[in-house]
């Protein structure tokens, strides 16, 4: 099965974004991970960096705080200090800062508490599905994909149904702020300075920072102090509590990472449905749904790469990576990595063990949502395997134009039902 841009020669340029319109350079990933693991990049948009491509390496520096640190941004881009202290979310530190944080939420994203989700997920995908099916040619990706994760998140941050798509609407502006296809602020092909203080450099930040600002008023009129948002304003074991700037960019970062990770997860696992048909008979067997999910999120690496910066000299393969470089631990690599990965470039969905790196496992950045992340994606697709006898592609599928976030923004498909 090739989903990926036959066009790549083996020399693709990590650092353009048109790199990746076709879907994640593996050629380039493969010739780096065997002749050059810890390969340095010159760009045109700022300090060039470090690529880092084997599973191996990338689990080792994971866990490694203190050498690489996550406390000047996880992109490639670069950020004046004034910039950095402006835009950060607890993502973009290290311990112990991090973990004060981290603290506050993991209760609230553990693995019981998201289990108590699955009959709501459930009913929402029966929703979704329904109305999707009907129609027996669509996009994927914007009739379900995007619909789950987009519903969940109203359940979870607590706003209403009505606030939804426009919520979502600006986390793509965020995340995807490189593909002309979600904003008018197109990263590297326009001036964007007068945003610079804003989450990921774009106007979206400011309205959604707006808005949350006035439902966080509404909720203390009305009493209300479920949820996310009234955790994270608590106080923590020292009694400090986060400022305005850090309350605003955690809300941005929950409404768009919390939205599309999850949502580029399930149109990865929708098209290889399209393109592999035995997957459709193994979970109609029942007996792949431990596995799937995280074979389904490997695929996707919905989070291409994270940046850290390297806090001393270290030498890396005969390399010396000096302290203030930056270094990108690509995912998108180590995923189809097969000294990690038997057969990486085929979906396996009883693959076991899956030490994929989608949700950067092995550090303390560990994704907090990974729990109903693997729910959300499960139970999805139990319940579109129960409803349909096959499903193909209807036309070609397009990937976002971003190097740092992997997604199919278009699967046109074709279903028959039982």
Known sequence: MTVWD?????????????????????????????ESPCHWTDWAGGAGFWSVTRHADIA??????????????IRMEDQTEEEYLARRTFQETDPPEHTRVRKKLIKAFSRPVMAGFEDRIRTLCDQILDAALAKGEFDATREIARQLPMRMLGQIIGVPDADLPWLVEKGDALIANTDPDFTDHVLDKMQTDEFRLMPFNSPAGAELYDYARQLMADKAARGDTDGILHLILQPDDDGQTITETEFRNFFCLLVAAGNDTTRYAIAAGIQALCHQPELLRQMQGGGVWDTMADEVIRWATPALYFRRTATRDVELHGRTVRAGDKVLLWFASANR????????????LARSPN????????????????????????VLFEELARRIAGIEAAGPHRFLRSNFVGGLKSVPVRVRLH
Do not use: I, K, W
């Not at 866990?63 to 000047?72: G, V």
């Not at 030490?355 to 499960?378: D, I, N, W, Y």
């Open 6 to 34: 036959p066009q790549d020669d083996g020399f693709a340029d990590l650092s353009s974004h048109d790199a990746f319109v076709n879907g994640p350079p593996h050629n380039t990933f493969a010739r780096l991970r065997a």
């Open 60 to 73: 080792a520096l994971l866990r490694d705080y203190r050498l690489m640190s996550s406390a000047r941004g």
């Open 337 to 348: 990595d097969p000294e990690a990965f038997a057969d990486p470039l085929r979906v396996d």
């Open 355 to 378: 030490r994929h790196m989608s949700f950067g496992q092995g550090g303390p950045h560990v994704c907090l949502g990974m729990h109903l992340a693997r729910l959300e994606v499960r």
